[in-house]
């Protein structure tokens, strides 16, 4: 399974961005998939999890402001962000779960900033 992200930025307080994550591969096996989050000198965080029947489940610090999706279709994964905060500033990490394996994409940085 590869997974690539797109459509980090700059974006100030209050904002709003969009990212993606186009998945290839061995996808008939994957039961989930999610964004995670890591901010320096921090580790790693769930911020928002899809599974293949469509159920949702977000981190406290986003619920309200973020919203999960993906298209079947199109193989691809989504995380609709507003009201953006300082705080949500990190590195964001497309995963993929089998059940037996986890599968990262590169990254993409989300920077919060006036």
């Known amino acids: 399974v590869q997974l690539v992200e797109s459509g980090g930025g700059l974006v100030q307080p209050g904002g709003s961005l969009r990212l993606s994550c186009a998945a290839s591969g061995r996808l008939f096996s994957i039961a989930a998939m999610g964004w995670y989050r890591q901010a320096p000198g921090n580790q790693r965080e769930l911020v928002a999890v899809?599974?293949?029947?469509?159920?949702?489940n977000y981190a406290d610090s986003v619920k309200g402001r973020f919203t999960i999706s993906r298209d079947n279709a199109k193989n691809t994964m989504f995380l609709q962000m507003n009201s953006l905060k300082p705080e949500d500033t990190a590195v964001y990490y497309c995963?993929?779960?089998?059940?037996?394996?986890?599968?990262w994409g590169q990254g993409t940085q989300v920077t919060v900033s006036s």
């Open positions: 995963n993929a779960n089998n059940g037996v394996a986890h599968f």
């Open positions: 899809i599974t293949s029947g469509g159920g949702r």
